[in-house]
């Protein structure tokens, strides 16, 4: 069975850090693609930034460009968000998803972290 889950949300000032994780378990593929997804109160889920298992390419959406940063431990199958300079706007519920191109079943969530950045 696959599974995500998520770790290290929280409650933090404007200008805080956190890190964030994602651990996935229960397949062996070892190229695939985990993102982080961000859905604010009222807002519809926007992936906010991903990294490729198989060369470590990364995407981040131009709201956290410069402040987040994301980076995975293929031997643990863990993905880490970190997210420094943290904005009130940043506030919501963050998922990770695993996908693979050439298994589009293969397209998994986590129950997702809360974070909230007070101002």
């Known amino acids: 069975e696959v599974q995500l889950v998520e770790s290290g949300g929280g409650l933090v000032q404007a200008g805080g850090s956190l890190r964030l994780s994602c651990a996935a378990s229960?397949?062996?593929?070892?190229?695939?693609?985990i993102g982080w997804f961000r859905q604010a109160p009222g807002k519809e889920r926007e992936e906010i930034s991903c990294?490729?298992?198989?060369?470590?390419?990364?995407y981040y959406v131009d709201s956290v460009k410069g402040r987040f940063t994301i980076s995975a431990n293929n031997a643990k199958r863990t993905v880490y968000l970190q997210m420094n300079g943290l904005k009130p706007e940043d506030t919501g519920v963050y998922y990770c998803?695993?996908?693979?191109?050439?298994?589009?079943?293969?397209?998994?969530w986590g129950p997702g972290t809360q974070v909230t950045v007070s101002s």
């Open positions: 998803n695993s996908r693979r191109a050439m298994t589009p079943r293969h397209n998994y």
């Open positions: 229960g397949f062996t593929y070892n190229d695939y693609a």
């Open positions: 990294i490729s298992s198989s060369d470590g390419s990364t």
